[in-house]
C-alpha cells in the first residue's frame, strides 16, 4: 500500500520538514518488534531500536495522546482490533549523513471518518544520530507524529486549503481560523500555509515567516518550538476532538525575532519532491 508522507531532509545549518509520500508496500519493511499503547497512539517498534531511542517515540506518543482524544470505533487492520493509529517505527540505514532523514505519514484510513488508522515513521540512522548530538530529535520527532496523524497530509483530502498554487494559499478550517484571530484580530481569519519550496513543505505547513518557531511550520528554528492552540485548533477541523489546555503559550513573533530566529526565504525553500506515490488507502 501506500501513502502520502512526510519526508524530510537536512540542509546546511537548519532542518526542512516537508511532505512527500510514504512508500508503497513493496518498499516498506515488516515491523515486528516491541509494541507501546497509549489511550490512541499504538507505537509498533522495529526490534533493533534501542530502548533510548524508543523512549523519544513514546513521548512524543503520549505527548499527542494528551492533546488529540479520540474513541473512534473500533476497526480490525492486519488482524488487529484499532481504536486509534498504529505506527510502525523504524531508524536503519537509508542514504547516509545530510541525505533524506527519513519519511513518515498516514498509509491507511478509516471508511468513516477517513482519519488515520495506521501510519509510518522510518528515519536514517547517520541523521538521527547527528540530530541527537544537536539536541533535535524529540522535536523532529513530535512534528512527524503530527504528519502521521494528518497535519498537512490530509488537508487537501478534508477541502481545508485556498489557494492552493497561488502565493497565499490559506487554511480555512472553522477552529483554525477562531484561533488565528485571537493571535491576529487585525489579520486575516484564514491561516497562512507555507507558500515556498516544493511539494514537500508547500502547503503542509504553517508559514515560517508569519509564526516563525512553532512547532509545525516547516523549519525547526529558534530555542523552543511550542505546539499552539492553532495546531490544535487544526486537527479539530480535521475531525478530532482536541484538549486545547494542552497546548504551549504562542504568539506571533515580531519580525525582529524572526530574524533572531535565522528564518530566511533560504532556509524555508525546500528541493522535497513528491515520488509519484498515490494516496492513502481507504480500510474497507
Same mark, same amino acid.
Given at each position: 500500500?501506500?501513502? @502520502?508522507?512526510?519526508?524530510?531532509?537536512?540542509?546546511?545549518?537548519?532542518?526542512?520538514?516537508?511532505?512527500? +509520500?510514504?512508500?508503497?508496500?513493496?518498499?516498506?519493511?515488516? @515491523?515486528?518488534?516491541?509494541?507501546?499503547?497509549?489511550?490512541?497512539?499504538?507505537?509498533?517498534?522495529?526490534?533493533?531500536?534501542?530502548?533510548?531511542?524508543?523512549?523519544? +517515540?513514546?513521548?512524543?506518543?503520549?505527548?499527542?495522546?494528551?492533546?488529540?482524544?479520540?474513541?473512534?470505533? /473500533?476497526?480490525?487492520?492486519?488482524?488487529?482490533?484499532?481504536?486509534?493509529?498504529?505506527?510502525?517505527?523504524?531508524?536503519?540505514?537509508?542514504?547516509?549523513?545530510?541525505?533524506?532523514?527519513?519519511?513518515?505519514?498516514?498509509?491507511?484510513?478509516?471508511?468513516?471518518?477517513?482519519?488515520?488508522?495506521?501510519? @509510518?515513521?522510518?528515519?536514517?540512522?547517520?541523521?538521527?544520530?547527528?540530530?541527537?548530538?544537536?539536541?533535535?530529535?524529540?522535536?523532529?520527532?513530535?512534528?512527524?507524529?503530527?504528519?502521521?496523524?494528518?497535519?498537512?497530509?490530509?488537508?487537501?483530502?478534508?477541502?481545508?486549503?485556498?489557494?492552493?498554487?497561488?502565493?497565499?494559499?490559506?487554511?480555512?478550517?472553522?477552529?483554525?481560523?477562531?484561533?488565528?484571530?485571537?493571535?491576529?484580530?487585525?489579520?486575516?481569519?484564514?491561516?497562512?500555509?507555507?507558500?515556498?519550496?516544493? !511539494?514537500?513543505?508547500?502547503?503542509?505547513?504553517?508559514?515560517?515567516?508569519?509564526?516563525?518557531?512553532?512547532?509545525?511550520?516547516?523549519?525547526?528554528?529558534?530555542?523552543?518550538?511550542?505546539?499552539?492552540?492553532?495546531?490544535?485548533?487544526?486537527?479539530?477541523?480535521?475531525?478530532? !476532538?482536541?484538549?486545547?489546555?494542552?497546548?504551549?503559550?504562542?504568539?506571533? /513573533?515580531?519580525?525582529?525575532?524572526?530574524?533572531?530566529?535565522?528564518?530566511?526565504?533560504?532556509?524555508? @525553500?525546500?528541493?522535497?519532491?513528491?515520488?509519484?506515490?498515490?494516496?492513502?488507502?481507504?480500510?474497507?
Amino acid at each position: 500500500m501506500a501513502g @502520502i508522507a512526510a519526508r524530510f531532509r537536512l540542509a546546511g545549518a537548519g532542518l526542512l520538514l516537508g511532505i512527500g +509520500f510514504a512508500p508503497s508496500g513493496s518498499d516498506i519493511v515488516p @515491523i515486528t518488534g516491541n509494541n507501546w499503547s497509549g489511550n490512541m497512539i499504538a507505537l509498533r517498534f522495529d526490534g533493533d531500536l534501542p530502548t533510548a531511542r524508543r523512549a523519544v +517515540f513514546e513521548r512524543a506518543a503520549t505527548r499527542w495522546d494528551g492533546v488529540v482524544q479520540t474513541a473512534f470505533d /473500533p476497526v480490525t487492520f492486519e488482524g488487529e482490533t484499532l481504536t486509534g493509529v498504529r505506527i510502525d517505527v523504524s531508524v536503519r540505514p537509508l542514504d547516509g549523513t545530510d541525505g533524506v532523514l527519513g519519511q513518515a505519514g498516514p498509509t491507511v484510513l478509516r471508511p468513516d471518518t477517513e482519519l488515520p488508522v495506521a501510519g @509510518i515513521m522510518e528515519f536514517d540512522q547517520a541523521d538521527v544520530q547527528n540530530l541527537e548530538a544537536g539536541g533535535r530529535f524529540e522535536d523532529v520527532v513530535l512534528h512527524e507524529m503530527a504528519h502521521v496523524l494528518g497535519f498537512g497530509t490530509l488537508w487537501d483530502r478534508k477541502g481545508l486549503i485556498t489557494g492552493a498554487g497561488t502565493m497565499d494559499p490559506r487554511f480555512v478550517g472553522t477552529a483554525s481560523r477562531r484561533e488565528f484571530a485571537a493571535l491576529d484580530p487585525d489579520g486575516e481569519q484564514a491561516v497562512p500555509v507555507a507558500n515556498t519550496g516544493g !511539494p514537500g513543505t508547500r502547503e503542509g505547513h504553517w508559514r515560517e515567516l508569519v509564526f516563525g518557531n512553532e512547532l509545525m511550520t516547516g523549519f525547526l528554528s529558534g530555542e523552543v518550538r511550542p505546539l499552539s492552540r492553532l495546531t490544535l485548533a487544526s486537527f479539530e477541523d480535521l475531525g478530532y !476532538p482536541v484538549d486545547y489546555a494542552a497546548a504551549d503559550p504562542f504568539d506571533l /513573533p515580531e519580525f525582529r525575532d524572526l530574524a533572531k530566529m535565522g528564518i530566511t526565504e533560504a532556509v524555508r @525553500i525546500c528541493d522535497l519532491c513528491r515520488m509519484g506515490r498515490t494516496d492513502p488507502v481507504v480500510l474497507n
